[in-house]
């Protein structure tokens, strides 16, 4: 099921400020969550905060 709020890996990129590449890099990794629809990866806004959110807790 893709999101309804989802982003390509050039917005995603944008909206984190991590260039493209590392991004693909971390979701065939499957360090950050996504989904790989028709061969694109493709990325929900709110899942994203939420794990930035994870993140950020654990680093306090």
């Known amino acids: 099921m893709v999101p309804k709020d989802r982003m390509?890996?050039?917005e995603a990129s944008a909206y984190l400020a991590v260039d493209a590449?590392?991004?693909?890099r971390m979701a065939s990794e499957r360090s950050i969550p996504s989904l790989q629809v028709e061969g694109q990866w493709?990325?929900?806004k709110k899942?994203?905060?939420k794990w930035r959110r994870q993140r950020?807790?654990?680093r306090a």
């Open 42 to 44: 493709v990325f929900s």
């Open 56 to 58: 950020e807790a654990k």
């Open 8 to 10: 390509t890996v050039s």
């Open 21 to 24: 590449e590392t991004l693909t």
């Open 47 to 49: 899942s994203i905060d």
